[in-house]
């Protein structure tokens, strides 16, 4: 069984070379970029991979293309800060070589924070369905956090995928901005509204990750997860507000 591995960018030269050292192993790489200005496309192209150039159109409609130019009957789709061990790599190779009965499988994930791999707080083992046969599953076109939808029976892998997200505050806070703002403008869109009791999400979603689901034991950086993620949740809400007052 042959597979493909699929994968958008936008200015991804930092991330990209250690993402694409580590699927040489696959039988079609394909990037899908969306007018890169930094050394990305040549990257790509320097590690063989199939190279698509096309204007930014969403998500699920960027990673539908890419899934629609694969060659081959499997089809992993990853992001340029995630990264496949060794040990998935070889668990993917002998799993589509029998998998009669599934269609696609759920890989877990690694969270990578601040040097750090948060282990709880609920952010592992963070199931994603990264693998699946062509032509039974496409991404929805969510403007955020886009999900696959599959045609058949999912299974899941043992080992796990690596997600290097934030390379520091910085950047966390760029992609903050960006997400909440999609966030909003999705809830927007489906008619939610704002209340006041939306203030509280923040001090109780601090509460969960940290309390309850045993953030403190991954340290400093667990603390600063819990924070963080507490206030992406009150911010998404005051732009859906900002976004009602001022009707769009």
């Given at each position: 069984?042959?597979?493909?591995?699929?994968?958008?960018?936008?200015?991804?030269?930092?991330?990209?070379?250690?993402?694409?050292?580590?699927?040489?192993?696959?039988?079609?790489?394909?990037?899908?970029d969306?007018?890169?200005?930094?050394?990305?496309?040549?990257?790509?192209?320097?590690?063989?991979?199939?190279?698509?150039?096309?204007?930014w159109?969403?998500?699920?409609?960027?990673?539908?293309?890419?899934?629609?130019?694969?060659?081959?009957?499997?089809?992993?789709s990853?992001?340029?800060?995630?990264?496949?061990?060794?040990?998935?790599?070889r668990?993917?190779?002998?799993?589509?070589k029998?998998?009669?009965?599934?269609?696609?499988?759920?890989?877990?994930?690694?969270?990578?924070?601040?040097?750090?791999?948060?282990?709880?707080?609920?952010?592992?083992p963070?199931y994603?369905i990264?693998?699946?046969?062509?032509?039974?599953?496409?991404?929805n076109?969510?403007?955020?956090?886009e999900?696959l939808?599959?045609?058949?029976?999912?299974?899941?892998?043992?080992?796990?995928?690596?997600?290097?997200?934030?390379?520091?505050?910085?950047?966390?806070?760029?992609?903050?901005?960006?997400?909440?703002?999609?966030?909003?403008?999705?809830?927007?869109?489906?008619?939610?509204?704002?209340?006041?009791?939306q203030?509280?999400y923040?001090?109780?979603?601090?509460?969960?990750?940290?309390?309850?689901?045993l953030?403190?034991?991954?340290?400093s950086?667990?603390?600063?997860?819990?924070?963080?993620?507490?206030?992406?949740?009150?911010?998404?809400?005051l732009?859906l507000?900002?976004?009602h007052?001022?009707?769009?």
């Amino acid at each position: 069984m042959k597979i493909s591995v699929v994968i958008i960018t936008k200015n991804e030269q930092d991330d990209l070379p250690y993402c694409l050292e580590n699927v040489k192993w696959a039988d079609e790489i394909i990037v899908v970029d969306s007018g890169s200005t930094d050394t990305t496309v040549d990257t790509a192209k320097r590690f063989g991979a199939k190279v698509f150039e096309r204007k930014w159109e969403g998500y699920g409609i960027q990673k539908n293309f890419a899934i629609d130019k694969a060659v081959n009957k499997w089809v992993l789709s990853i992001d340029a800060d995630e990264v496949i061990s060794p040990e998935l790599q070889r668990e993917i190779k002998e799993i589509i070589k029998g998998s009669d009965d599934y269609v696609a499988f759920k890989i877990p994930r690694k969270l990578i924070f601040q040097g750090k791999f948060l282990r709880w707080g609920g952010c592992y083992p963070d199931y994603q369905i990264r693998l699946f046969r062509k032509g039974k599953a496409r991404f929805n076109l969510d403007l955020v956090h886009e999900k696959l939808d599959v045609d058949g029976k999912i299974g899941r892998l043992k080992n796990s995928l690596e997600h290097h997200s934030y390379k520091n505050l910085s950047d966390y806070f760029e992609r903050f901005n960006r997400y909440t703002t999609l966030n909003a403008l999705k809830r927007f869109d489906n008619k939610n509204k704002f209340y006041l009791w939306q203030y509280l999400y923040a001090p109780i979603k601090f509460i969960k990750i940290y309390f309850l689901k045993l953030g403190f034991l991954d340290g400093s950086a667990g603390l600063n997860w819990a924070l963080l993620c507490s206030f992406f949740d009150i911010v998404k809400f005051l732009k859906l507000k900002e976004l009602h007052t001022s009707g769009k």
